[in-house]
């Protein structure tokens, strides 16, 4: 079983709409949890942490499930600028991190 | 602040070549990382470093070297390149919290795209 599991999408959805997706970890010790943003061809980027209550950064909401060891990510008001790969990232063992192989997001006009 | 920085941004090798990427962080991290990313796929780590003087494999070592004398380089070294690591490699560093007591997120360097023909 990976360590990291997403689905890879695409999501294509209209600017405006919201889309959410999941990822799911294998690792039940796992502490941190993070969403990266990675454009194309460029360097993946930290676009929120997830922390066990849930946690919002503008139009972006992140959500952990410890129980079910899922994480989600919506975004609420899609923009253009939205359309990325989303990475899931859960640390596997203190300093080392797995990453999904991402959810790839296409907003539309 | 530079962050991370990787160079080259682009090489083209011939197989049996070898090559050293290089890494440098300016931000004092402790942890830092190579990754490689194959099209449509996730990042592998192949080696990692929790400081100068230590560095450990990572899931992909095969075919790579590393060595970390100093805080700021994390130098990765191709011998004999082949075909099968054509690939985008990411540097990457991050630090321990001591008073969240957590492993925080890692910051990435923009990448080499390599190719071995």
């Known amino acids: 079983r990976k360590e990291v599991e997403q689905d890879p999408g695409p999501f294509n959805v209209p600017e405006g709409a919201t889309v959410a997706f999941n990822c799911t970890y294998s690792?039940?010790?796992?502490?941190?949890f993070f969403w990266y943003r990675q454009d194309c061809r460029k360097e993946p980027k930290l676009l929120m942490s997830v922390y066990s209550s849930g946690n919002e950064d503008g139009r972006f909401t992140a959500q952990l499930n410890r129980a079910s060891q899922y994480i989600s990510l919506l975004i609420r008001d899609s923009k253009l600028s939205d359309s990325a790969t989303y990475l899931c990232?859960?640390?596997?063992?203190?300093?080392?991190?797995?990453f999904g192989a991402g959810t790839t997001v296409t907003v539309r006009a | 602040n530079a962050g991370v920085t990787q160079t080259p941004k682009f090489r083209i090798l011939k197989i049996g070549q070898s090559m050293t990427l290089q890494c440098t962080q300016d931000?004092?991290?402790?942890?830092m990382y190579w990754y490689r990313q194959d099209p449509g796929m996730g990042l592998k780590l192949i080696y990692y470093?929790?400081?100068?003087?230590?560095?450990d494999k990572g899931e992909v070592p095969n075919g790579y070297n590393v060595s970390r004398s100093t805080t700021e380089d994390f130098p990765l070294r191709l011998e004999l390149a082949a075909p099968s690591q054509t690939s985008v490699y990411f540097c990457?560093?991050?630090?321990?919290?001591?008073?969240?007591?957590?492993?925080?997120?890692?910051?990435f360097g923009p990448g080499t795209r390599l190719t071995v023909l």
């Open positions: 990232v859960v640390n596997v063992k203190d300093y080392k991190l797995s």
């Open positions: 690792n039940s010790a796992s502490q941190s």
């Open positions: 990457a560093s991050s630090y321990y919290g001591a008073l969240t007591s957590s492993y925080n997120e890692q910051f």
């Open positions: 470093s929790v400081g100068a003087g230590i560095t």
């Open positions: 931000m004092n991290h402790n942890y």
